[in-house]
Structure formats: C-alpha cells, structure tokens
C-alpha cells in the first residue's frame, strides 16, 4: 500500500541507501525524498527512470517534512540527533545505526524472527546489524526445533557492511591488493562488532543469557557476508531435522552442498548449507551462512519492517501509520 | 652446514618455489638446481644474483641427479611418481604434496612440535598441509600445558596456498572483484581440505581420536592464511596461562591485542592473538592465528625439517646425509 506514504531516506548517497530506493520504486512508492549530510546534498540519487536531488540532513529537515515513514541508513551519532526529530515530526523511523537497537522500548525487529515485536514501537523501530540478522534467521527455526543453547561464529564480512568509504578503498586497490582486516574498535578482548552481534541476538531471539561467541573479520569483498556457525541445542537435532527446520522458515533457502557469498548477491533470501555434525561436542551442529548484506542485511529488512506495520491488523490502532 | 650440499627444488616456478630458492640461498646453499614440469622447463629463476635454468622433473632426472637433497612443492600426482624416483636415486625427500602425508612410515613433521618423528624417515618426510602448520604450532604448547580436548576452526586461506594458477587468477581480477570461496574438492560433508587437516593434525600431535572440525573457506588475498580458533582442554587454562605458554613456544610469537594476516607477510613465526575465555562452554579459549602460508607453512617448514636431520646427533647414522 504504497500509495500516499510521504517516506524520507537519510542516508541516501551510502552504502545502503541506494538499495533502499531500488526497492522503494520496484514497490511504487511515489512520495520518497533523499537526504544525506551537508557535504553529499545537490547530489543527484537514482529513482526509477527519475532523479532525486539529495537535500541535507538538519533536525528542522526532519521534523518539519511531514514523512509518515523515515529510513535512517547512517552512522549512530548523526541517527541520535536527527532520528528523534523526525519521530516529533510524527513519522515512524526505521533506523539501521547501532543508536537506539538495545535501548529498552525500541523494538529491535527481524520481521520473520520477531515480527510481532514491531508494533510496540514508539516511533522507533530498530534495524538490526546486517551479520545479526543473517544470523537471527537461520538460529531462530534451530531455536524453535531444538531449544538454543550457544552459538560461536567467525565472519567473512565484506566492505560495503562497512560503508560507502570502505568500498571505495577496496574499488582504489590494485589487483591483489586486498587484505583481511578487523577495522572495528577494540575494547576489552572483542570487537565492537561482535559484542553488537552477541547482544542484538539476545535481544531479538529473547535468551538474553545466551552462550555466545564471535569472531568477525573483514574480507576483500564488495558485497555478501558468510558466518561459519557452530549451535548447540538443548535437546538432540540431526542436521536431517535442522534442514527440514530451515527449509520451512521464512526467508532461509537450503543450498546443497553449500552457497557462496556471491549465490546471495541480489537475492532476498539468506542462504544456508553445510548443514552437519559438529563432532566436537553432543547436540552440536555445523552450518554456513551467506547473505547480501545491503538487501536482507539492511535495506530489504528495514523494508520489510515497513511493510509488516503496513498489515491493516497490526497498524488499526498505530497512530503513526493511520492514513496508510 | 650447506657446503657440498646437493639439492634439488622440484617445482621452482609454483607458488612456493621461488620462496624456497630464496631461503636456501640465504642460507649459503649453493648447489642448487631448479626443477618443474615440461611446461616450464627453460624458464630461468632467480637465485640470489644468479639465475637457473629449469630443468624438466622427469623419474630419471629425479634418479640420477645424485640429489643429497629434493624438496617438492608439486601437485601430489607428480610427487607419487617422482618422489619414489628421488628416493631411489638415494636423495632424502622432503615433499609438500598430501601423497605421502598419511602413510605408514613417513614422518610427517612441523619441526617444533614433532621434529624428533623426523629421523624415522626412510627417505620421504612429508610437509603438512599449510594450515596444519600453523594450527599445530599453537595447538601443540595448549595441549602440553592442559591436554587438548577439542578444536574447531574457520579458516581465511589465501590464493597463494592454492597455487601460481590461483595467484594469477586473483592478480587478474578488477578491483572489487574478489569473492570468498571454497574451491576444494568436496565429498560427503565436508572439503579435502577440511579432512586433510583434522587427519594431519591428529597424526602430528598423536591424538589419533581428537575431536575436530574445520570450516576451510578461501578469500581473496595473495598471501597470508588466518584461523578463528576455538580450543577445548582436558584441564583448566586461563588465556593468561595459555599466553604463557604460547610465548615459550618456539616460532610462535604473541601479539597483543591481534595480528592480521598481513603482519604475518615475510615473518618466521607463527603470529596468534586475541587469546580469550570461550564462554561458551567450560575449558574453552579462543584465538586468531596467522601465518605467512609460503614461508611457514611451506617453504620454511621443509627447509627446516632439513636443517633438523642435518644436525650431527640426528645425522648420525642416517644414510641419507651421511656426507653432511
């Protein structure tokens, strides 16, 4: 029901952005404007057939636009500031930074995972981290079959998670250039990016004890993220039982004998394969994850969230998507 | 003692090749011939300010070249016909191939950790499997300092550990270009080289029944191979008593918080960092483990197995190096 939603993008000339007007427009909205900070405003962005002159940015931008919906796809301080001015412009804001994902009352949503948190929002509705939700989406069918018990990773993450600066360093390298880089903060014996991942999946699968370890890397790759999982569950479940698991869940394709990241570029779903045994311990299993960071990973999962309020069911009493 | 040494390098225009020329002549070897297929055969490669003509490996040359020494670094086909070949020729073998790795009677040997299963050879001492090597530095010093249980991994393998052909193919990419892959031989649940390095490492520590798994994945990077390491002891061991340990071992250097592959480039040692609880289970540590695939996990792994059967209490009564 795309129609008569006014929407905003801030953060329209990143990494994110552009895939986020890519679906807007194969969906129809009509009424969508791009912003972006001060230094990429009079940029032009793609829409369709058309152009979109990218404005800037400014709290009063926001508050004043009259969005009924607003994409926030930039980094966590400049989301702090502007998105809690669009929400006093009443629009619904669907935020991808790290600002508001584990604050209490902010609905941190994975529409297949936990869709049915997204409704309690207060004009905030969190878009989790590209690796968490790959990540979510393939635990969540194990969780429901099996019960979860933990869960370590390593991460193949390429650079586009990591922004449109990111991707022009790899774009500027010379062939055989390309490095396997951890370019998050370091603090204590982690990442950043990994406290992020353990924390986000708690919170969303709501085991918020939940035995949990990664390790994350960034690889030499434009696009497409892999996880090398391995679960352990509460009650026995052969890799036979963890595929039909998966096969039913919402957005996971089963690949046989494994994908590779660049099988997820382009595509929806998030891809699963290597489904096996982990010999190492009782009720362990082994699974390889890929999917496109920038559609399931971002921009497609803030969509969806949208999409999900949209339900007549769940928006009925939702003051902000009323006239939708 | 590389005086009046005679030796062969037997795949000198590969990957791993011309890394080996170059630490034999830093270590005053000087006579040396350069061997490869019939395709590269009269190709030159340096040597120190010289450069040799390749010869064509052939059994009869292998046989008759009257070799103290031959180091292979061929495809495991090659080496099953020329390797028997070199031995009859009275030649000490010492092959990077997976041909001989496994078999009854053949040392297969990282200096540090089993260099004293060295001298049993019978004219082939196998070199392990590039992430072998540096896994079992690691591992070897945690399993002596607490009884190892258990190691699950995912690994970051470069293009270089798969061959000159490997190399070329990423040297051709455009920017951007690069994608994570599996590009091993795949059968029942898991890649050759996931096998590989489960049975080698078994063989080298000698725990024939340890707990195992390996997630192998190639990204790409010309030269440096990473490792997500989760180990599992029998008995305790803090990440500080497992730092302390890892730092008294030898060709195994700490770095504090964590390498990156690249810190590993054209480096001795073994470089582990992010030694941490793995909270995940009891007795669990985590470590991130890199190596400089060409020099320690091939080249110098092979020129050191030599160096180790050419000391005088091991050289003793060995028939092969009798003229050492």
Same mark, same amino acid.
């Given at each position: 029901?795309?129609?008569?939603?006014?929407?905003?993008?801030?953060?329209?000339?990143?990494?994110?952005?552009?895939?986020?007007?890519?679906?807007?427009?194969?969906?129809?909205?009509?009424?969508?404007?791009?912003?972006?900070?001060?230094?990429?405003?009079?940029?032009?962005?793609?829409?369709?057939?058309?152009?979109?002159?990218?404005?800037?940015?400014?709290?009063?931008?926001?508050?004043?636009?009259?969005?009924?919906?607003?994409?926030?796809?930039?980094?966590?301080?400049?989301?702090?500031?502007?998105?809690?001015?669009?929400?006093?412009?009443?629009?619904?804001?669907?935020?991808?930074?790290?600002?508001?994902?584990?604050?209490?009352?902010?609905?941190?949503?994975?529409?297949?995972?936990?869709?049915?948190?997204?409704?309690?929002?207060?004009?905030?509705?969190?878009?989790?981290?590209?690796?968490?939700?790959?990540?979510?989406?393939?635990?969540?069918?194990?969780?429901?079959?099996?019960?979860?018990?933990?869960?370590?990773?390593?991460?193949?993450?390429?650079?586009?998670?990591?922004? *449109? =600066? #990111? /991707? !022009?360093?790899?774009?500027?390298?010379?062939?055989?250039?390309?490095? +396997?880089?951890? $370019?998050?903060?370091?603090?204590?014996?982690?990442?950043?990016?990994?406290?992020?991942?353990?924390?986000?999946?708690?919170?969303?699968?709501?085991?918020?004890?939940?035995?949990?370890?990664?390790?994350?890397?960034?690889?030499?790759?434009?696009?497409?993220?892999?996880?090398?999982?391995?679960?352990?569950?509460?009650?026995?479940?052969?890799?036979?039982?963890?595929?039909?698991?998966?096969?039913? *869940? =919402? #957005? /996971? !394709?089963?690949?046989?004998?494994?994908?590779?990241?660049?099988?997820? +570029?382009?595509? $929806?779903?998030?891809?699963?394969?290597?489904?096996?045994?982990?010999?190492?311990?009782?009720?362990?299993?082994?699974?390889?994850?890929?999917?496109?960071?920038?559609?399931?990973?971002?921009?497609?999962?803030?969509?969806?969230?949208?999409?999900?309020?949209?339900?007549?069911?769940?928006?009925?009493?939702?003051?902000?998507?009323?006239?939708?």
């Amino acid at each position: 029901m795309p129609e008569g939603v006014r929407v905003a993008v801030v953060g329209a000339t990143g990494a994110v952005g552009p895939v986020l007007l890519e679906l807007l427009h194969e969906r129809g909205y009509e009424d969508v404007s791009a912003f972006a900070s001060a230094r990429s405003a009079g940029q032009r962005v793609a829409y369709g057939e058309r152009e979109l002159e990218v404005e800037e940015a400014t709290p009063e931008a926001m508050q004043s636009g009259g969005f009924d919906v607003a994409f926030f796809a930039i980094g966590t301080a400049a989301s702090r500031e502007l998105v809690p001015a669009a929400v006093a412009g009443g629009a619904l804001c669907i935020d991808k930074s790290s600002a508001f994902r584990l604050a209490d009352g902010v609905p941190l949503v994975v529409p297949e995972v936990n869709g049915e948190r997204a409704r309690a929002h207060d004009g905030i509705v969190a878009n989790p981290n590209c690796s968490t939700i790959q990540l979510t989406c393939v635990l969540k069918p194990l969780h429901d079959a099996a019960g979860l018990a933990g869960a370590r990773l390593a991460t193949y993450q390429s650079h586009s998670g990591a922004g *449109a =600066e #990111s /991707v !022009r360093e790899l774009l500027a390298q010379a062939p055989g250039e390309g490095h +396997v880089t951890m $370019d998050w903060p370091f603090e204590g014996d982690e990442f950043e990016e990994e406290d992020k991942l353990r924390e986000e999946t708690r919170k969303i699968l709501e085991l918020p004890d939940l035995h949990f370890q990664a390790t994350c890397v960034r690889v030499p790759v434009l696009v497409g993220h892999a996880q090398a999982v391995w679960v352990e569950t509460e009650r026995p479940l052969s890799p036979e039982e963890a595929c039909e698991a998966l096969d039913a *869940a =919402e #957005s /996971v !394709r089963l690949v046989d004998p494994y994908p590779e990241p660049r099988d997820a +570029v382009g595509e $929806d779903d998030v891809l699963v394969g290597r489904v096996r045994r982990d010999p190492t311990t009782a009720n362990g299993l082994a699974l390889f994850i890929v999917c496109d960071n920038l559609r399931k990973g971002a921009a497609l999962n803030a969509l969806q969230i949208l999409e999900l309020l949209q339900d007549p069911v769940v928006v009925a009493d939702d003051r902000r998507l009323r006239a939708v």
